[in-house]
């Protein structure tokens, strides 16, 4: 987290991937807490501290819960789980 924070510091905006394998957000896969799993959200949370405008997209299956930092990032674009042209896609939204 520290280095991606460091590595933040340097560009004119960060791009943070997150978000949960199809594994856990499909059918079958319930879980009491809708927060991104792990430590997405410090990492998240370190890279705006940095003042470097912050995009998150978050790829998931299903709606999650957003607001211990959505405040602090310039952007977040939600993606669900995609095909073999979701890379592209991204790219396209972002671009």
């Known amino acids: 987290i520290e280095e991606a924070a460091e590595a933040a510091k ?7 991937f ?3 394998p199809s594994t ?9 807490d809708i927060r991104l799993p792990g430590a997405q959200e410090r990492l998240i949370t370190r890279i705006a501290a ?7 997209v978050i790829v ?6 957003v607001t211990a930092w959505i405040d602090d990032v310039a952007a977040a ?4 789980h995609g095909g073999t042209e979701a ?9």
């Not at 940095?50 to 998150?56: A, E, L, M, Q, S």
């Not at 674009?77 to 669900?80: C, D």
Request: proline letters at 4%; charged letters at 20%; aromatic letters at 2%.
């Open 87 to 95: 890379a592209a896609a991204i790219i396209d939204v972002l671009l």
């Open 10 to 16: 340097s560009v004119d905006v960060a791009v943070v």
């Open 60 to 65: 998931t299956g299903r709606p999650l819960d």
């Open 18 to 20: 997150v978000g949960e």
């Open 24 to 32: 856990i957000s499909g059918e079958a896969a319930s879980r009491s």
């Open 50 to 56: 940095t003042r470097t405008p912050t995009v998150v």
């Open 77 to 80: 674009v939600v993606v669900w």
